[in-house]
């Protein structure tokens, strides 16, 4: 009789714990995030088991574009997205009609010029064809680029939605073409140099810090962050996911997986 109501006990205590483990499961949250595969993707997987502990299930959405996150985001098909800078985004939703949020920042990926061809920007001739990206604010930021290594000068005061058409000195009379910002890396065989998103750089096998002929500043105002729909900004799993995106611990995995080709932009 004892030994019954032992296993019985013992019946009942596992009955209880497998409820409550089903309960614990049943109230972890999912947060569906667009991302690029490199650099953005690479940080979230790192924070993912530390956001588990938290109760919350991150899965990370690819994209190899510059738009389809912010139309999947907009459409609900993600909850947020990690690629972008505020001032890209800003003007993707005013072209658009979207109404976005940007979070607080998490890293500047200085955008730079690369070259199969040449060493130094020096060794740039007359004539010479260089790609940018077709997006208005980082083709934008690529004439700054440019005119900051002395290539070309723009009109005062366009900042990073300059456009060719801003372009009031080019004495080498280069041949700057817009492309589409994915597939500026396979455009380094048949140009002179090219000005790459850290993005697709990275992806590519380029190593901003040993391949950049001329890079942007540290001090960029470029910082990517996650974007959110406006209103989802407070959730509370969308609070967590920003936070642990800026710890210590993700700024010393930024620091040491891209070798200052990225900057942390929290302290």
């Known amino acids: 009789m004892k030994r019954r109501l032992l296993l019985n006990c013992a019946a009942v205590a596992f009955a209880i714990c497998a409820n409550t483990a089903g309960v614990s499961a049943s109230q972890a949250v999912e947060i569906k995030i667009g991302a690029s595969p ?125 456009t060719v058409d801003d372009i009031t000195e080019n004495p080498l009379n280069l041949r700057i073409m817009e492309v589409e910002a994915a597939t500026l890396p396979r455009t380094l065989d048949d140009v002179k140099a090219s000005v790459i998103n850290q993005t697709y750089a990275l992806s590519s096998g380029l190593n901003p810090v040993k391949d950049a002929i001329v890079i942007e500043s540290k001090d960029s105002p470029y910082a990517n962050m996650v974007a959110v729909r406006t209103g989802d900004e ?34």
């Open 38 to 162: 490199v650099p953005a993707g690479d940080i979230l997987a790192f924070i993912q088991p530390e956001l588990a502990k938290q109760g919350i299930e991150l899965k990370i959405v690819e994209f190899s574009d510059y738009i389809q996150p912010n139309l999947a985001l907009a459409d609900k098909e993600i909850d947020a997205n990690f690629f972008q800078h505020k001032p890209f985004m800003d003007k993707f939703c005013e072209d658009r009609g979207l109404k976005l949020t940007a979070l607080p920042g998490v890293f500047i990926a200085p955008i730079a010029l690369y070259s199969n061809k040449i060493k130094d920007v020096k060794e740039i001739k007359k004539g010479d064809r260089i790609t940018i990206p077709n997006d208005p604010t980082n083709g934008g930021r690529a004439l700054q680029l440019l005119a900051g290594a002395g290539l070309i000068k723009l009109k005062p005061g366009v900042g990073h939605m300059a």
């Open 234 to 267: 407070n959730r509370p799993e969308i609070q967590k996911l920003n936070e642990t995106l800026r710890t210590p611990a993700v700024k010393d995995f930024i620091l040491k997986k891209y070798n200052g080709a990225l900057i942390p932009s929290f302290d």
